[in-house]
T-cell receptor
Framework: EPEVTQTPSHQVTQMGQEVILRCVPISNHLYFYWYRQILGQKVEFLVSFYNNEISEKSEIFDDQFSVERPDGSNFTLKIRSTKLEDSAMYFC?????????????FGPGTRLTVL | DAKTTQPNSMESNEEEPVHLPCNHSTISGTDYIHWYRQLPSQGPEYVIHGLTSNVNNRMASLAIAEDRKSSTLILHRATLRDAAVYYCILSQRVGTGNQFYFGTGTSLTVIP
């Protein structure tokens, strides 16, 4: 069964450093998403991406964040200068379409720890 | 963003049915109701979704109130593997995106 994969599973970085989180969505999916989950809190939407453009972004997704689809398979989230409060699980998701009934498939997540 | 309200936690005995409620009084006519669950240390996974009519699949059933302001996820026979946080989500299409707005979810404990 096709699945969304994410690398690395755990990333430790120093405050102020840049990190890139990588995702490989399901191959025939066209819509891509990033969510984050701070420990013990709910899953929060960050950004959606379609046709090489950001479709929507939340207020969390400020200028420190960027997303890219550098090739036909990868989808990345970059945090330019990490802060302590960026420590969280980051989930990538993808869907075939964006109809209300379309299921989003989530990856296993990357745990980001900022020291 | 659309809001859903769920109990923080519920318990069920193994092999018994579980009814997980969700209130979504601000639902709009085009919003779909999705249920996802998150097992420990994993990403959310799809359980079921519906619009107006009750839905069944191999994992669960979804009962939707006639006014659509509430719904109930039904696990017919809880197993230990069903212990997870269950999220009721309204799927809102915004522009060219279809964001999921998660609530705090219900943490289901299954007692052997």
């Amino acid at each position: 069964e096709p699945e969304v994969t994410q690398t690395p599973s755990h990333q430790v970085t120093q405050m102020g450093q840049e990190v890139i989180l990588r995702c490989v969505p399901i191959s025939n999916h066209l819509y891509f998403y990033w969510y984050r989950q701070i420990l013990g809190q709910k899953v929060e939407f960050l950004v959606s991406f379609y046709n090489n453009e950001i479709s929507e972004k939340s207020e969390i997704f400020d200028d420190q964040f960027s997303v890219e689809r550098p090739d036909g398979s990868n989808f990345t989230l970059k945090i330019r200068s990490t802060k302590l409060e960026d420590s969280a699980m980051y989930f990538c998701a993808s869907s075939v379409g964006l109809a209300g009934w379309d299921e989003q498939f989530f990856g296993p997540g990357t745990r980001l720890t900022v020291l | 963003d659309a809001k859903t309200t769920q109990p923080n936690s519920m318990e069920s005995n193994e092999e018994e049915p579980v009814h997980l409620p969700c209130n979504h009084s601000t639902i709009s006519g085009t919003d779909y109701i999705h249920w996802y669950r998150q097992l420990p240390s994993q990403g959310p996974e799809y359980v079921i979704h519906g619009l107006t009519s009750n839905v069944n699949n191999r994992m669960a059933s979804l009962a939707i109130a006639e006014d659509r302001k509430s719904s109930t996820l039904i696990l017919h026979r809880a197993t230990l593997r069903d212990a997870a946080v269950y999220y009721c989500i309204l799927s809102q299409r915004v522009g060219t995106g279809n964001q999921f707005y998660f609530g705090t979810g219900t943490s289901l404990t299954v007692i052997p």
